[in-house]
Each structure stands twice: as structure tokens, then as C-alpha cells.
């Protein structure tokens, strides 16, 4: 029970800082961002109906992919309507990456531009491969996520 309590307050941490993050990023009129009340952001639990285990020497929780058409229709529809027609030009996005501990819930889902996605992946398979060396933690991992959606949202 211990360890459970343990990641509760870890978790709520992580929740907080992306809050503090997303308003930060909303704020400054990032286009491309993720919209906080939409998309929060949120860690993996045992109680996740996608969760598989528990991963690198941390011991996080994971869950897997599991984003079917409804999920994509809610989401799409969440942020703007968009059409069909147009989800080729979007990845339905884990905002905290799975690699990462992310939930699969749709409260860490969001439309990101393709092109966006393409430039973030590389910052995922960076920071879960160290991840799974056991060189950077989930909190870090986490704050670099927010750190690339920081820096992105200061370009013109």
C-alpha cells in the first residue's frame, strides 16, 4: 500500500506541473498546443483499462496503445470539428508519451499536426531510451516534454 501512495503523490505532482505548463503554453498562444482543459495530460495506473506493467529500473507504470475511431471522433470533434477527410494531416497524440508512463485515456489524447508529431517523436525515442538505461527519470522525462512544448510555443 505504501508504494501505491508513493505513486498517487507522484502522480498528482506530474499532473500539476502539466497544468502549470499547459497554462503557461496556453497563454502564450501556442497554436499547436494542446488544449488543458481537453487535454490535461495524464499518467498510467494499475486502475487504466490499457495498463500492462510496470517497465524500467524506475518501475513505472505502462499502458498500451489503444486509440480506436470513437476515441479519434471524440477528440476530433473536441478540438474544432475536424473533418475526417483531415486526419491523415494529424497522430491523435499521447501528450505524455506511453514510453513515459502516459496514460492511453482520452485526457492525454490530442490532435497534433503531423508534421509536429514527426519532430516530437525524436524527442520520445531519446528520452525513453534513457529512460529504459535507467539514466533519466519519469519526472524528468515528463518536464522534457513540457520543455519542447515550452520552447515551440516561443517561435513566431
Not at 508504494?3 to 502522480?11: M, V
Not at 496503445?65 to 471522433?73: L, P, S, T
Not at 477527410?85 to 490530442?110: Q, V
Amino acid at each position: 500500500m505504501r508504494r501505491q501512495n508513493g505513486q498517487g503523490q507522484k502522480d498528482l505532482f506530474l499532473v500539476l506541473v502539466m497544468l502549470v505548463f499547459q497554462a503557461f503554453a496556453f497563454a502564450a498562444g501556442a497554436s499547436t498546443s494542446p488544449n488543458p482543459d481537453l487535454t490535461p495530460g495524464l499518467l498510467c495506473s494499475p486502475q487504466d483499462p490499457n495498463f500492462q506493467g510496470y517497465d524500467y529500473p524506475e518501475q513505472i507504470a505502462r499502458c498500451t496503445r489503444n486509440v480506436g475511431y470513437q476515441e479519434k471522433a471524440q477528440i476530433a470533434a473536441s478540438y474544432g470539428n475536424i473533418p475526417e477527410s483531415t486526419w491523415s494531416n494529424y497522430e491523435f497524440d499521447h501528450l505524455l508519451p506511453l514510453c513515459a508512463g502516459g496514460s492511453d485515456d482520452i485526457r492525454n489524447l490530442w490532435p497534433q499536426p503531423i508534421d509536429e508529431a514527426k519532430q516530437k517523436d525524436v524527442l520520445e525515442n531519446r528520452i525513453c531510451s534513457e529512460m529504459r538505461a535507467g539514466t533519466l527519470t519519469q519526472a524528468a522525462a515528463v518536464q522534457q516534454v513540457y520543455d519542447w512544448f515550452r520552447e515551440r510555443a516561443k517561435r513566431p
